[in-house]
């Protein structure tokens, strides 16, 4: 069945980096636009990347164009969002989801703060 395993996330200090990847199994990754979405405490889920099946498009929630970059390698089946000039605001779990498929990995905590 499709699974989709997050990893990557922690604490970090404001203006700091972090690169999340998505390890995803069970169906043929190249075949599927991927998206990184995250939710923060109190607030909906919210798109903050999407990228094609080829990687040749992606676009990007307003608040992390210029800092934040989707990338994937479908010959590792891993999708990717480096993550920088993180502010506090950017704080939440972050997931990994399949559309087409209706799939969502468990997420992963990011958190930033001095």
């Known amino acids: 069945q499709v699974q989709l395993v997050e990893s990557g996330g922690g604490l970090v200090q404001p203006g700091g980096s972090l690169r999340l990847s998505c390890a995803a199994s069970?169906?043929?990754?190249?075949?599927?636009?991927m998206s990184w979405y995250r939710q923060a405490p109190g607030k909906e889920r919210e798109l903050v990347a999407r990228?094609?099946?080829?990687?040749?498009?992606?676009i990007y929630a307003d608040s992390v164009k210029g800092r934040f970059a989707i990338s994937r390698d479908n010959a590792k089946n891993t999708v990717y969002l480096q993550m920088n000039s993180l502010k506090p605001e950017d704080t939440a779990v972050y997931y990994c989801?399949?559309?087409?498929?209706?799939?969502w990995g468990q997420g992963i905590q990011v958190t930033v703060s001095s």
């Open positions: 989801y399949v559309g087409r498929r209706n799939s």
């Open positions: 069970g169906f043929t990754l190249s075949q599927y636009v």
């Open positions: 990228i094609g099946s080829t990687g040749s498009t992606t």
